[in-house]
């Protein structure tokens, strides 16, 4: 099993910044983001959830989709189990509920959302003046 718990949605202004946080666990030993792939995904109202940006845990490999590339920035911090996105320069198309997922594997980067396992429950993102 793989928990993970989102947090730092918000209302924000076109233009402005926000980051995502998104703590992982479900191992008894270790550092969960050790042994994991942990990918960001959004969904707006009535459309489909697409991915953002994904990470490997064991070694930091990234991957940006053209969604909102150039204005995201994947990281993360094995010590506090957490995986962040930075985003930037917010626009009211970015508005959506913001899902962290996941699965266990090393040194693998997958960018289909049908191998990630897990999800949390989501954090929404409202861009509006």
């Known amino acids: 099993q793989m928990q993970l718990v989102e947090s730092g949605g918000g209302l924000v202004q076109p233009g402005g910044s926000l980051t995502l946080s998104c703590v992982v666990s479900?191992?008894?030993?270790?550092?969960?983001?050790?042994?994991?792939?942990i990918a960001w995904f959004r969904q707006a109202p009535g459309k489909e959830r697409e991915g953002v940006s994904y990470i490997s845990g064991s070694d930091g490999r990234t991957y940006y989709r053209d969604v909102m590339k150039g204005r995201v920035t994947i990281s993360k911090d094995n010590a506090k189990n957490t995986v962040y996105l930075q985003m930037n320069n917010l626009q009211p198309e970015d508005t959506a509920n913001y899902f962290c997922?996941?699965?266990w594997g090393v040194g693998v980067l997958r960018l289909s959302e049908r191998d990630y396992e897990y999800w949390g429950q989501g954090t929404q993102v409202t861009v509006s003046s």
């Open positions: 997922a996941g699965f």
């Open positions: 479900g191992v008894t030993s270790g550092n969960p983001l050790d042994y994991a792939m």
